[in-house]
């Protein structure tokens, strides 16, 4: 599974296939938000916020039709990240990032 665009709240993803676990990552898979904070990353790499979901938040609050707000710091939480990318080329319709090589 590869996803080039997940748009803003409200934005819909629908999985080919149901989840499985594996005991291996694939590699060059970015972990996110491991639970003991980020490791060990490239200075090179991009600085990104993950809007996020906090445990509690529930269907109906991200549910973009239910009227039903959510608080940053509660149901909602930013992340901040560095992706392994650069940016290779952009122009005033679009950004072109290329991974960086280990």
């Known amino acids: 599974?590869?996803?080039?665009?997940?748009?803003?709240?409200?934005?819909?993803?629908?999985?080919?296939?149901?989840?499985?676990?594996?005991?291996e990552l694939p590699a060059g898979f970015v972990l996110l938000n491991p639970r003991d904070g980020q490791q060990v990353f490239d200075g090179r790499g991009v600085v990104q916020i993950l809007d996020d979901c906090g445990p509690r938040m529930t269907f109906e609050q991200a549910n973009v039709?239910?009227?039903?707000?959510?608080?940053?710091?509660?149901?909602?939480?930013?992340?901040h990240i560095v992706l392994p990318y650069r940016l290779a080329r952009s122009s005033r319709s679009y950004s072109l990032y290329e991974r960086l090589d280990d």
């Open 65 to 79: 039709y239910s009227g039903q707000g959510v608080k940053l710091g509660k149901e909602r939480v930013l992340n």
């Open 1 to 23: 599974l590869q996803i080039n665009y997940l748009g803003k709240r409200g934005g819909f993803v629908q999985l080919t296939s149901p989840p499985r676990a594996v005991e």
